[in-house]
């Protein structure tokens, strides 16, 4: 039985794991693994930069994203974005997201200070796009821009 839950410290080193395979997956990048330590070691001891969401399967750790924030003035509310969203790919196609999601969203509601859900998603990944639109997300008024450094 899949159950999902707000990760713990203890699940650090798989979501390390899991973004340093993302990136090579999604984007063929190696990330720095004391990097990307960093990174998520910052969330967990930061709450106000977010927080990680999990899922397991008995005691392994199948899933995970992390949600940040955005405020917005419009809504005098925050949005929470998802991000750094992985699956294990032998867990793919079976509903885990939607789950993760379910739950991300009760839990939102139930805050009352959260004005919506968002993410990000690249236009080229269709597959993608139809579990987002499956879930009654909207893609379709606006568009992402970034400058990194």
Do not use: C
Not at 95 to 110: T, V
Not at 116 to 138: F, H, K
Request: glycine share 8%; net charge negative; aromatic share 14%.
């Amino acid at each position: 039985m899949i159950k999902i839950e707000q990760a713990t410290i203890g699940d650090t080193n798989d979501i390390v794991a899991f973004q340093m395979a993302m990136a090579l997956e999604t984007e063929g990048l190696r990330l720095d693994q004391p990097t990307v330590q960093r990174g998520v070691d910052a969330v967990f001891n930061d709450p106000g930069k977010g927080f990680y969401l999990v899922a397991r399967d008995g005691n392994n750790l199948i899933s995970s994203l992390m949600i940040t924030y955005e405020w917005s003035d419009w809504r005098a509310k925050t949005v929470w974005w998802i991000q750094s969203l992985y699956v294990l790919p032998e867990y793919r196609q079976q509903g885990i997201f939607r789950q993760m999601f379910d739950w991300l969203s009760r839990l939102a509601r139930e805050a009352g200070t959260v004005g919506g859900i968002r993410l990000y998603v690249d236009n080229r990944n269709m597959s993608a796009r139809a579990v987002y639109e499956a879930l009654g997300m909207d893609g379709e008024h606006y568009r992402f821009y970034e400058l990194m450094f």
